[in-house]
């Protein structure tokens, strides 16, 4: 009997900016085996995230609309379950991107780095020692550029990116200053993660008294501001810059419409506010910094080995269970990194 793999693909696009469970399909399908130069690739772990929303749009992006049909992309680590490849052996540990399934073929170019457990657990390489860990490193330190004694102000402070920069911006001497989505959120900025003052957003809905509110949390302004939401978060942030001030504009979670191709709603303009301030605001992907992740890796491994860096993970068990566990994240009730476990650790 042919062995089966299981995969999720993308069956349509997002209606009215809203992210559904139907919007993906599991399927049974052969097993696939490795060719000349290639590696079977066991999922163990797969990675959800807040940009996936975009990647499933077909409007603009840094990277082509997934195709209606094909399997679902997403970062995961993964076991060498076979290999037809010289630089691996079976069993080694990897971090890939192979996607929503259980098993994946790969020649090499899907694969990111070797994964060495013995340095962290594997799951970390999905977020403090991954991707999240890097866009909240490389973020903060090459487009942010902090300053020992600055303030850094962090949108979606919380969540898997935000959570990092916060305690990033502490290690580095900064002040760090949370917005956040609920009480329980803005106690794990204050306790869990180090942050020295947090606003809960929803309890000041107004534009005005959101700025309000950060301004008593950043008395002396800000000078970093960590954008992960732009929109009426960002607007009431903008109020508080320094001179000199960055912005590192880093998700749009905030601007719902944009991703599904909608005008972008009205809002304050920024030119004048930037020029008086002559603040800097830039785009950000991790992927354009590839030439530091090493050397973010070796400082991040570090502060996590020295119990200066904590993190939470939201894990979720079952392939299967991915879409509704991505439906959560989008609308913001997960409670730390949010990963489906796909199969067995590592033996």
């Not at 073929?105 to 860990?133: E, F, M, N, Y």
């Not at 509110?213 to 978060?233: H, R, S, T």
């Not at 491994?301 to 993970?313: C, D, H, N, S």
């Amino acid at each position: 009997m042919t062995e089966t793999s299981r995969q999720i693909v993308l069956t349509g696009r997002p209606e009215g900016g809203q992210v559904t469970e139907a919007l993906f399909e599991l399927q049974d399908v052969p097993k696939p085996e490795p060719g000349p130069g290639e590696v079977l690739l066991r999922a163990v772990y797969l990675s959800l995230d807040p940009a996936m929303r975009g990647w499933i749009s077909d409007t603009p992006n840094y990277r082509d609309p997934v195709p209606v049909g094909e399997v679902m992309p997403g970062f995961t680590v993964s076991e060498v379950a076979a290999s037809r490849h010289p630089d691996y052996a079976v069993g080694d540990v990897v971090a890939a991107r192979a996607g929503w399934r259980d098993w994946a073929v790969s020649d090499g170019s899907t694969i990111d780095r070797k994964i060495d457990p013995a340095v962290a657990p594997v799951a970390t390489a999905l977020h403090v020692l991954g991707h999240t860990g890097f866009t909240a490193y490389l973020g903060l330190m090459e487009a942010g550029q902090p300053v020992a004694g600055e303030t850094v102000a962090v949108s979606t402070a919380a969540g898997a990116v935000g959570s990092m920069v916060g305690q990033i911006a502490k290690l580095k001497g900064c002040r760090a200053v949370g917005i956040t989505g609920s009480d329980d959120k803005v106690a794990a900025c204050r306790e869990r993660f180090g942050y020295d003052a947090a606003v809960n957003y929803k309890a000041h809905p107004p534009v005005d008294d959101l700025a309000a509110a950060l301004g008593a949390a950043a008395p002396e302004g800000i000078d970093v501001y960590f954008d992960n939401v732009g929109g009426e978060i960002s607007d009431a942030v903008l109020a508080h810059i320094n001179v000199g001030a960055r912005i590192v504009v880093c998700g749009t979670m905030g601007i719902r419409d944009v991703a599904i191709g909608e005008p972008q709603p009205p809002g304050p303009r920024v030119n004048r506010t930037l020029l008086i301030k002559r603040a800097r605001m830039q785009g950000f992907l991790f992927f354009d910094y590839v030439d530091r992740m090493p050397a973010a890796i070796a400082e991040l491994a570090a502060w996590v080995r020295e119990g200066k860096l904590t993190y939470a993970e939201d894990i979720v068990d079952g392939l299967e269970r991915a879409p509704a566990a991505l439906v959560r994240l989008l609308a913001g009730k997960n409670t730390g990194k949010m990963i489906v476990r796909v199969g067995p650790e590592p033996g």
